[in-house]
């Protein structure tokens, strides 16, 4: 191509590819997502300066808990939904009272993908997803409460208590509760199979993947509970056993044929309408034999993590004096990374507890009383194959003002007291974690610290750079903690 006027332009090769390589890692100056990331950029240094305060403009009340998704609050069991994005908060809907049978068990909201076409015009905006005590799915207007589309997922047999996510706004789960026999059967001799329903679907718009059962039959007797996350179907066992496998696998092996909402059905001697009362959803997917195993391990309550880059998992090892003790281990052939054993040692009520990072850094976050552990995989220099964990940085609570800890005090008498005990590292005295989270759209680390004064405990928010831990702003929290 030539610039006006026929000359030739000089070559840009390199520059060229420089652009190029930019545009794949999503750096593009015409780009709507450098827009996005200068004005999170400005937001987060507006929060962060010194001159920033927070005030209180609004407070409620709820006997039941309070929900909170992207800028919405919902009250009543999600029968209210208050915008938080105003001045000040408004209401966006108020549904009457509903009876006990229209209880909304759960909820997800909605976002549209971008970049795609949608039948519906509606489907562009936010919608909630809600899921009865009558096993009625429900894709609720996120801004009016209008329902958008009603499916009926099964008869009284089945009752479906739990919405979660496969694939983040992609494909979800709806899981049933366990079935129980009632005492009458099971005295009677009357053995109950089937432990578990799930129902999947693909979301904006709503279709139906399919449903399958979990029997003692194909997976014993000792099952406690069920999932499906990033495509593997996951399944948890009494005695502490985890084992995973291919949700695509199972389903290409054992559907029995593919169903479309709205569609009428012949199915074992039934003649209905898919998604539509009293037939709902057909269970199309009959798992016949064991699936093919692709991993298990076996961890104290069950507690099973995988994440980190190169693929990693980690577990408390299945005995009671291990509690409080995290194995981090290599996937790919369980070899337990150079100092992948973590144990903070804290003498606490409440447990300490271990995640992967959900920036998707690969690093790994450890949360005791006083010390928060940001942890990162490395290659072991002599030794390509292995992993090492080793400290990113550390965040500690203060507690230089209270020596509480103290066992021998001196009064003003000059009497010498020693104690016959020792606190516990989340004695109320002492500033102690109480949340950690991560602010993606901000790239903010906060934690909640908390001291009990009183009958009260003050509270205090921080936020710190996620990428080095350098604490950037701390908010007091005039409210008492307990409210």
Known sequence: MRPAGGRRAAPRAPNACRLLGRRAHGFYARDAGVALRTNMGLLRSLICQESTTFKNVWTTHSASPIAYERGRIYLDNYQCCISSIAQEPRILYQKPKCSKSEKIEDALLLECPLGEML?????????????TAQNWLLRLSADSGEILEKIYLAGSGCKFRYLSWDTPQEVMVIKSAQNKLPAASRQAGIQQSVLFHLAVFQVIPLSFIGML???KKIFGNTVTDVDVSNGILIIIYS???????SFQAITEQFMEQP???????????????????????????KITDT???????SSLDNAFQIGGYPWHYIITPNKKKHKGVFYICSLKDNALAKNGIQDMKCCSLEPDWIYFHPDMSGRIIHVGPNLIKVLKLKEVESNTDQTEISEDFIIVANREENCVNSSVTVTASGRVVKKRYNLLDDDPEQETFKIVDYEDELDLLSTVAVTQIGADGRAHLDLHCNEQGILLKSIPLLESWDV
């Not at 005695?239 to 995973?244: C, F, N, T």
């Not at 569609?263 to 898919?274: A, K, L, P, R, T």
């Not at 699936?291 to 391990?297: K, R, V």
């Open 213 to 215: 059962e979990i029997s």
């Open 291 to 297: 699936p093919p195993l692709l991993f298990e391990a």
């Open 239 to 245: 005695m502490g056993l985890v084992r995973l496998y």
């Open 119 to 131: 039948p519906n015009p509606l489907d562009y905006k936010s919608s909630l997803i809600v899921l």
């Open 259 to 285: 169903f479309d909402l709205g569609c009428e059905f012949n199915w074992n001697g039934q003649v209905g309408v898919v998604g539509k009362y009293p037939f709902g959803l057909p269970c199309n997917i």
